[in-house]
């Protein structure tokens, strides 16, 4: 069977006068559309700024251009506030915001627009504005999306959350779309669209350094959508633009120009809990399968992919199995399968499989769609079977959501933030670090401005019971609902034990207790 391409006919090209425009206005309306109902989604779930990774992120932006990487936190974590792509925008909403709760807020925000923008923009690029509209909504309701906090339920940290996945996920999608569009364009146009994708593909390095090794899918890319080797040079000009403005800022702010390369390069170590080689293997199945039971939507969607291209051998079906294979090889390897003592990267973890994503739904959908153009059963009757596609769909959305009603948001922590708010009677609040890092934010109003004068101490999340010089408290203090280890589980804050109740949040959530 013939293979498909995916190039328009030369009637419907762009480039002759007798066609349409680019449908601008549907592509835009339809962006828009998916960018609001990402920030309507966060705003739902309103997880609070979270510790570690997020909070350094937020605090290296806080402190930039004087990060310093030689000293704690940032020593461990130079792989987080390396990334300038994310540190940078952090920063610039700090200036506009305060450097306070909205300006997180604004910044995760906008990374799951670009994520989710980017999803839609790729989709429809290969398989028209219906199938991607539809996919992306689809996608941001997924529990991938929601259940992101682990003060109350925990699936991944994803939505709502400062951390590179997403927006290097989106920004690595939009210039797939480029590439795609570019393959149905020629001269002028074609050029501006391979600029276009190049800086959207280098800065996706610039947010999420791996999303690198799918370069080397690039090439394979082109041939896939008809465009000539000879045009590599006009993508990969902006990429080395990118890549060259980022060495001179790492230069003048850390003084080495390949500080971010060789941050990311050292990333990794022993694992904490043991690895073998068939568990890195099955990296990708225990992701999408062990967090929660719609992850396995991800696994059908690959199947899928694979069952329409060997069907169809359409391109555009080729091209997502390529994308998936030139992410999942290395990320699988560097999970434990070429030395099970050593990991660089944790396959996993679902977020560090967002960048295929897009390739995922675009591959499954897309085959579902070529498929089905080929069942006379279901170009008979049309109607009935996209009124079966809709209850699937609703079925799937309904499922999704039916846990976020009892999500508390970041109810108990604002409740904490006018409970702190002007108290002089409260010189100290001890906490382990994963809560007092959160509680930073809630001393402050969400603009940045400081409401309570007291200090925040802490001590590591390990400690099995709380340590001496802060037994008289005041603690403040939760029972873990998430995924993370509970905190002092060998301390018991009651009555019965010395302590009594300052404060409790209306839902139970946060507590402080004192002797």
Not at 43 to 61: Q, T
Request: glycine share 8%; proline share 7%.
């Amino acid at each position: 069977m013939a293979q498909t391409t995916v190039r328009e006919p030369a009637a419907q090209r762009p480039t002759d006068p007798a066609a349409p425009r680019s449908p601008v206005r549907r592509v835009a309306g339809g962006s828009a559309l998916v960018a609001v109902c990402a920030v309507v989604v966060q705003w739902i779930i309103m997880v609070p700024p979270l510790y570690y990774d997020p909070y350094y992120v937020f605090e290296g932006a806080r402190r930039w251009p004087d990060i310093p990487l030689d000293r704690w936190p940032f020593n461990e974590v130079p792989h987080q506030v390396s990334r300038i792509g994310l540190v940078l925008p952090t920063r610039l909403f700090q200036e506009i915001l305060g450097p306070g709760q909205a300006a997180y807020f604004a910044m995760a925000a906008l990374g799951g627009v670009v994520f989710f923008v980017g999803c839609h923009l790729l989709i429809r690029s290969l398989f028209g504005d219906r199938v991607g509209l539809i996919a992306t909504l689809l996608l941001i309701c997924h529990p991938f999306f929601l259940l992101t906090n682990p003060f109350t339920q925990e699936v991944t940290w994803s939505a709502g959350v400062l951390l590179p996945d997403m927006p290097g996920a989106g920004l690595f999608a939009m210039g797939m779309a480029g590439l795609v569009v570019a393959g149905r364009r020629e001269g002028r146009a074609q050029t501006r669209l391979l600029v276009a994708a190049g800086v959207c593909l280098a800065s996706a390095f610039l947010v999420r350094d791996f999303v690198a090794f799918m370069y080397v899918g690039i090439p394979v890319f082109f041939r896939l959508l008809g465009i000539p080797w000879r045009r590599l040079p006009v993508i990969a000009a902006p990429m080395l633009a990118v890549l060259a403005v980022s060495m001179v800022h790492n230069h003048l702010v850390w003084g080495n120009a390949m500080s971010a390369i060789r941050s990311a390069a050292g990333h990794g170590g022993e694992p904490s809990e043991p690895v073998t080689r068939m568990l890195a293997f099955e990296s990708f199945d225990r992701a999408m399968r062990d967090w929660h039971p719609m992850g396995a939507v991800f696994i059908g969607l690959l199947a899928l992919n694979v069952l329409g291209w060997a069907v169809t051998r359409d391109r555009r079906l080729a091209l997502t199995l390529v994308w998936f294979l030139a992410l999942a090889v290395p990320l699988t390897l560097l999970s434990g399968f070429l030395d099970p003592g050593h990991i660089t990267l944790r396959g996993w973890l679902v977020r560090y499989w967002f960048p295929v994503f897009p390739a995922l739904l675009a591959g499954g959908l897309g085959s579902l769609v070529l498929l089905a153009r080929r069942v006379s059963f279901v170009r008979a009757r049309s109607g009935l079977a996209l009124g079966l596609a809709g209850a699937v769909a609703l079925a799937y959305a309904v499922t999704s959501v039916r846990e976020v009603p009892a999500l508390p948001r970041d109810k108990a922590w604002n409740e904490l933030r006018g409970w702190l708010d002007g108290r002089d009677d409260l010189p100290v609040l001890w906490s382990d670090h994963r809560l007092a890092q959160t509680a930073t934010f809630y001393t402050r109003d969400v603009w940045g401005e400081k409401q309570w004068d007291g200090t925040i101490r802490s001590f590591p999340h390990e400690y099995r019971a709380v340590p001496v010089i802060a037994e008289n408290g005041p603690i403040l203090f939760t029972r873990w609902r998430g995924m993370e280890g509970q905190m002092v589980p060998h301390t018991r804050l009651n009555a019965r034990h010395g302590y009594r109740l300052l404060w409790r949040s209306s839902d139970g959530l946060l507590e402080i207790w004192a002797r």
